[in-house]
């Protein structure tokens, strides 16, 4: 038998926290003090608290912000990521 799946906050949170580590840095930072801004809470650990603030908003709310916050995280990958990996988008 499988085991079961996890929470879907703990599943979006360790999508969310992928797709930020895809981000280089000097970016990355500023994403995540935004990050920080929209939680109303420090967000040190990307896959625990990121879940547990997600977790917190429940239902639409949480579905809204992870969609939110991944735009936003594509959007930064596109215009600073690696110049080799914008080559390979278009």
Known sequence: MAAPLPPLAERLAAELAD?????????????????????????VNM?????????????????DQYALIRIV???????FGSSDRRERKR
């Open 47 to 63: 896959n625990g608290d990121l879940a547990a603030w997600l977790d917190e908003l429940g239902g639409f709310l949480m579905i």
């Open 73 to 79: 995280c594509q959007e930064a990958e596109r215009y």
């Open 19 to 43: 797709e930020i580590d895809q981000v280089k840095e000097p970016y990355r930072s500023n994403l995540i003090t935004w990050l920080n801004g929209l939680a109303g809470r420090e967000i």
